[in-house]
């Protein structure tokens, strides 16, 4: 038998919050004063039920949501609606998504379901939020649904089987999205794990088959489409890693969900929430290129001497180092603030003073804030049980002495991060956010907030907090947007894309998850092209990327530096020594003007480049007639002699071109737009090609 109440996502209940709040004035009448330590419900503090960054703005570069009939529009996507409460068709950057309708298909009453589609109409039709109300009839089941579209373009479907005539017999029901094959020829899902990129690659020959994930994204290098659901509540597969299949068929490649694969009796409504959200989220500018990220900040670098590297002698400020290198944004990390990210600090002076000074010199600072209570915090005591993820996780330790625990932002943290941001806002006049892990919606089974839920069998299963997540993530965005329209919210999300919380972030740092491997034969497999195509690149998914980088980890600087700038993602600079090198390439770009350039990228730009061998790729920034920017990589194991033949013709270029690598400095030969590059295996060089000018 099956049973389902549907779970309410987002905010944490308010008749909960309240009735909370009902026992607590009991509670502090009863006792006259503040509650002791323990004590379960203790007084109130301000930020808790916090409204803060709670609005139905559109904030840019979102546009408002349109509806016309049954199609729904948000920026750079169109959603078609029937009687089923999931898309029809979906269109994003100009291509239909999907090769048929989704579908929810499967025996029921020993017959096939077929649907027909009675009613999709609209309910609400605000500038943030399309709501429609959808039912369709089978001759077993009636599904009743109601879709949400938000301006981001994610879309919640919260949809009811009710028998017709119960009891009825399920043996199958399975949704099916079916897409285009060349929109569908990467594959990521949520969670990954640590020490591999394996949940990010090319879509295997032989398709996909696995255990319920909460996230999966198919796509494609400029487009793809996200589908979402918080729990395995409801999927009863044959076998457990049966639950999502992807499989090839002619002229499509279907993602289908099965929900019910071993046969169940229903004998009241069945409840499902999934979401779906097609990619590119938002317009490609401004990106990675333009926020210029470094992660230098500290207290008083705005003052204490700071030797030039390279230059024997010179003494500047590391700010002054950072402002004249062309750096615009500094991400200052976890130790503004004693707590572990906490949105309050001690440290105001020394704060205000280094906010006046990165401004002073037209650079953004953003502060760290991340997913975790620290035992520190005055909050700790009170909130911890009831805001932490359950089973407990993380235990991140630093100084001053402290072990922070991951928090589930369906909890009251999500008031009180918010209330804190804003404020930090409000008294510093900081640029926004760097957010740390922010972004992931964790496991978690915390009844005390709602998340968790029971199964036919006792045992308690997890659910991932999505909408709480975004929640937070949208009020945070909101927070910062509304206090400078060009503020940031930068976001470290190693291995996650969940694109209904990242919606809300102005760029993402991937990488963190591979930095533990150990060096291979070849380094290039620890992050493959086609993972990188996947999830790094950030063209496909709508945001800007930055690729990230250790010293301790298994790629070499240049390396990184390599297959980022291949693929249009710069490595976010660790040291004075990277921005020195960061600093050339930018100075490359701006004399370029590449904010005007088309990019070329390798796996699509035949016409414009041939590069003599397989291993050497080749992008390009092209300004026809204004030169270009050609990153040419060596990918192979071997070192390789790369003869690049540029297509001066195609490109709209003059015959006379003079090249430079942008790095080193060195002139190379050109002629008729012909170069040769010696790169040693995972080697690269960024070549410069300026018009009008002889050797
Ligand atoms: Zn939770």
């Known amino acids: 038998m099956v049973h389902h109440c549907l779970p309410r996502c987002g905010n944490r209940p308010v008749c909960r919050s309240l009735s909370t709040w009902l026992i607590l004035i009991l509670a502090c009448a009863a006792t006259g004063s503040r509650a002791a330590e323990n004590n379960k419900n203790p007084p109130q503090p301000p930020w ?40 029809s068709a ?9 090769a048929a309708p989704i579908t929810l298909s499967g025996v029921a009453a020993a017959k096939p ?17 399309v709501q429609l109300a959808t039912r369709a009839d089978s001759a077993a089941l009636r599904c009743e649904g109601q879709v949400s579209v938000e301006y981001d373009g994610m879309v919640r479907c919260d949809f009811t089987l009710v028998p017709r005539s119960a009891p009825i017999a399920i043996d199958k029901l399975a949704l099916e999205i079916p897409l ?47 589908w979402f659901c918080e729990s395995d509540r409801g999927f009863f597969p044959a076998k457990k890693d049966q639950a999502v299949v992807i499989e090839r068929q002619p002229g499509r490649v279907v993602l289908r969900l099965n929900l019910i694969a071993r046969p169940q009796t229903l004998d009241q409504p069945l409840h499902y929430t999934f979401g779906f959200q097609a990619t590119p989220l938002k317009p490609a500018h401004p990106d990675a290129w333009d926020y210029r990220i ?12 700071f030797a030039v590297p390279g230059a024997a002698g010179a003494k500047t400020t590391l700010l002054d180092y950072l402002a004249r290198s062309g750096v615009r944004t500094i991400c200052f990390h976890e130790h503004w603030t004693d707590i572990q990210a906490y ?20 650079i953004q600072l953003l502060l760290y804030h991340g997913y975790e209570m620290s035992n520190i915090a005055p909050e700790w005591a009170d909130y911890h049980d009831e805001c932490l993820v359950q089973p407990r996780a993380g235990g991140y330790k630093r100084k001053p002495e402290q072990t922070a625990y991951i928090v589930c932002y369906r909890s009251p943290w999500q008031d009180f991060i918010a209330d804190g941001i804003n404020r930090l806002m409000d008294e510093y006049g900081i640029d926004g956010v760097y957010l740390d892990g922010t972004s992931e919606p964790w496991g978690c089974r915390n009844a005390a907030h709602g998340c968790g839920y029971r199964r036919g069998d006792g045992s308690i299963g997890e659910t991932y907090s999505i909408f709480a997540t975004r929640s937070m993530m949208k009020r945070i965005y909101t927070i910062v947007k509304s206090h400078n329209p060009d503020g940031q919210v930068n976001v470290h999300q190693s291995s996650c894309m969940t694109t209904p919380t990242l919606a809300f972030a102005t760029s993402y740092w991937d990488g963190e998850q591979f930095q533990g491997l150990n060096r291979k034969a070849a380094a290039g497999e620890v992050l493959p092209l086609d993972t990188f195509r996947c999830a790094f690149m950030g063209h496909n998914w709508g945001l800007p990327a930055e690729l990230l980088w ?19 993602v710069p490595v976010r600079p660790s040291g004075a020594a990277d921005i020195d090198v960061m600093a050339r390439i930018w100075r490359a770009r701006d004399e370029l003007g590449a904010a005007q350039a088309e990019w070329l990228p390798y796996w699509e730009n035949d016409r414009y480049v041939h590069t003599g061998a397989t291993p050497i790729k080749a992008s390009l920034y092209n300004r026809p007639g204004k030169g270009l920017i050609a990153v040419v990589c060596n990918v192979g194991r071997e070192p390789c002699a790369a003869r690049v033949q540029l297509n001066l013709e195609e490109l709209q270029q003059p015959p006379q071109l003079a090249a430079h690598d942008v790095v080193t400095g060195r002139e190379i030969p050109v002629t008729a737009g012909k170069l040769e590059l010696s790169l040693q295996s995972l080697d690269y060089a960024m070549v410069r090609l300026e018009p009008g000018k002889r050797d």
Not at 65 to 76: H, K, L, M, N, Q
Not at 206 to 219: K, M, R, V
Not at 550 to 568: I, N, V
């Open 180 to 226: 285009r094959p060349e929109h569908a020829k990467y594959l990521h899902f949520w969670p990954g794990k640590w020490n591999s990129v394996f949940n990010s690659a090319a879509l295997a020959d032989t398709g996909y088959q696995g255990p319920f994930q909460p996230f999966f994204w198919l796509g494609d290098e400029w487009r793809g489409l996200g």
């Open 90 to 98: 979906i269109a994003a950057r100009g291509k239909d998504l999907l």
């Open 294 to 305: 470094c992660h230098l900040g500290g207290y008083g670098i705005e003052e204490r001497p």
């Open 113 to 129: 379901i077929v649907w027909n589609a009675v009613i999709c109409h609209a309910l609400i039709h605000r500038a943030d939020l």
């Open 550 to 568: 250790y010293p301790t980890g298994p790629l070499r600087r240049s390396e990184a530096m390599s297959l980022g700038l291949l693929h249009d």
């Open 48 to 87: 808790f039920g916090s409204t803060a960054g709670v609005s139905n703005q559109v904030l840019s570069p979102f546009t408002p949501v349109e509806i016309s009939g049954d199609r729904v529009s948000v920026w750079g996507r169109t959603y078609t609606f029937g009687g089923l409460p999931f898309p």
């Open 343 to 362: 949105p309050q600090t001690t440290h105001g002076a020394a704060l205000r003073k280094l906010v006046r000074a990165c401004h002073d010199h037209h």
